[in-house]
């Protein structure tokens, strides 16, 4: 009997061990080289989310200004005249954020509210911790709400990464009486035309991430922000060394510096702890909304001076490139 065999017939080849390694090897290089790249695009596609959310919270402050003939007041407060410290307000602490609502397609959120009560009332509050996506920067992993506390009671409040701009000075010594003011202040009611330096100039909002972690060998420091209220009684922990703690103001305001006795505090975007500055999670810098409507990306590195006139309405200085 004979056996027959075909040559054309082959046995099947498998990957050896070394090669399936080697492939193996191949597709991770890939992935370490490809990573970054799709890390760099999710990051400029949040970037770019958050430019249209400042550019929104732009249309509505202008369309609250077009009804008002005025911008909205930084915060509300009762009983204290421009001069008084934050020490001595009281409510209801509303912030501009809550007055544009029905300008950002939030009115009913807004009806929710009752402005003749303090933005403590349990009523009020229930409103105050709602998440509203276009105050929040995608890029910030804060949650959704964070705890304040005035010594008493604690109160649950709606993150947000968008502070408004309160100019140069403490919020906290002077919340009322910015020295250069800026746009949006305790109990402000400026108008375009009190912007002398011109709407291109100066900043009407710009970012704050929730925690402040620049500097190296530093604890972090919680800089949480609300589009709600300057919640009366909140004091918090500044985020600079002995510094007394900062006023409910630092919740809804931003700064570009201060002199605090022998203490000179000029910082750009991203340099410091302290929680009345301005900052994001975004790579080098933080985005700004000016008095024109225009969103622009600065550098953490701008001329502090830059800066500085940038946050103020009205000091004569002529700004270049930044």
């Given at each position: 009997?004979?056996?027959?065999?075909?040559?054309?017939?082959?046995?099947?080849?498998?990957?050896?061990?070394?090669?399936?390694?080697?492939?193996?090897?191949?597709?991770?290089?890939?992935?370490?080289?490809?990573?970054?790249?799709?890390?760099?695009?999710?990051?400029?596609?949040?970037?770019?989310?958050?430019?249209?959310?400042?550019?929104?919270?732009?249309?509505?402050?202008?369309?609250?200004?077009?009804?008002?003939?005025?911008?909205?007041?930084?915060?509300?407060?009762?009983?204290?005249?421009?001069?008084?410290?934050?020490?001595?307000?009281?409510?209801?602490?509303?912030?501009?954020?809550?007055?544009?609502?029905?300008?950002?397609?939030?009115?009913?959120?807004?009806?929710?509210?009752?402005?003749?009560?303090?933005?403590?009332?349990?009523?009020?509050?229930?409103?105050?911790?709602?998440?509203?996506?276009?105050?929040?920067?995608?890029?910030?992993?804060?949650?959704?709400?964070?705890?304040?506390?005035?010594?008493?009671?604690?109160?649950?409040?709606?993150?947000?990464?968008?502070?408004?701009?309160?100019?140069?000075?403490?919020?906290?010594?002077?919340?009322?009486?910015?020295?250069?003011?800026?746009?949006?202040?305790?109990?402000?009611?400026?108008?375009?035309?009190?912007?002398?330096?011109?709407?291109?100039?100066?900043?009407?909002?710009?970012?704050?991430?929730?925690?402040?972690?620049?500097?190296?060998?530093?604890?972090?420091?919680?800089?949480?922000?609300?589009?709600?209220?300057?919640?009366?009684?909140?004091?918090?922990?500044?985020?600079?060394?002995?510094?007394?703690?900062?006023?409910?103001?630092?919740?809804?305001?931003?700064?570009?510096?201060?002199?605090?006795?022998?203490?000179?505090?000029?910082?750009?975007?991203?340099?410091?702890?302290?929680?009345?500055n301005f900052s994001s999670r975004h790579e080098g810098g933080a985005h700004i909304l000016l008095a024109d409507g225009s969103v622009h990306f600065i550098s953490e590195n701008i001329n502090y001076n830059t800066f500085r006139w940038l946050g103020q309405r009205s000091d004569g200085?002529?700004?270049?490139?930044?």
């Amino acid at each position: 009997m004979s056996v027959y065999f075909d040559k054309s017939r082959r046995a099947r080849r498998g990957f050896t061990l070394i090669e399936l390694l080697v492939v193996i090897a191949i597709i991770a290089i890939l992935i370490a080289l490809l990573l970054p790249a799709v890390q760099q695009a999710r990051e400029a596609a949040r970037r770019t989310q958050c430019k249209n959310h400042l550019k929104q919270i732009g249309l509505a402050l202008h369309n609250y200004h077009d009804a008002h003939l005025v911008f909205p007041p930084g915060y509300v407060a009762g009983n204290v005249t421009a001069a008084d410290p934050a020490s001595a307000e009281d409510g209801s602490g509303f912030a501009w954020g809550t007055m544009i609502l029905p300008m950002m397609d939030q009115a009913s959120l807004y009806n929710q509210l009752n402005l003749d009560l303090d933005s403590r009332d349990p009523a009020n509050l229930v409103a105050g911790r709602t998440y509203l996506p276009t105050f929040r920067c995608p890029s910030d992993n804060a949650n959704n709400t964070f705890i304040v506390t005035d010594g008493t009671n604690n109160y649950e409040l709606a993150t947000a990464n968008y502070v408004g701009m309160y100019g140069y000075g403490s919020v906290t010594m002077a919340p009322g009486n910015p020295d250069p003011a800026g746009v949006l202040y305790r109990n402000s009611s400026v108008r375009i035309g009190d912007i002398t330096d011109g709407t291109t100039a100066t900043i009407l909002v710009a970012e704050r991430a929730h925690v402040h972690d620049f500097i190296p060998g530093a604890a972090d420091v919680q800089a949480n922000s609300t589009w709600y209220a300057a919640v009366p009684g909140v004091f918090r922990p500044a985020g600079m060394g002995t510094m007394p703690d900062e006023a409910p103001a630092s919740l809804v305001l931003g700064h570009v510096g201060q002199m605090m006795g022998a203490m000179t505090m000029h910082h750009p975007p991203n340099t410091t702890h302290h929680i009345v500055n301005f900052s994001s999670r975004h790579e080098g810098g933080a985005h700004i909304l000016l008095a024109d409507g225009s969103v622009h990306f600065i550098s953490e590195n701008i001329n502090y001076n830059t800066f500085r006139w940038l946050g103020q309405r009205s000091d004569g200085e002529v700004i270049g490139e930044f």
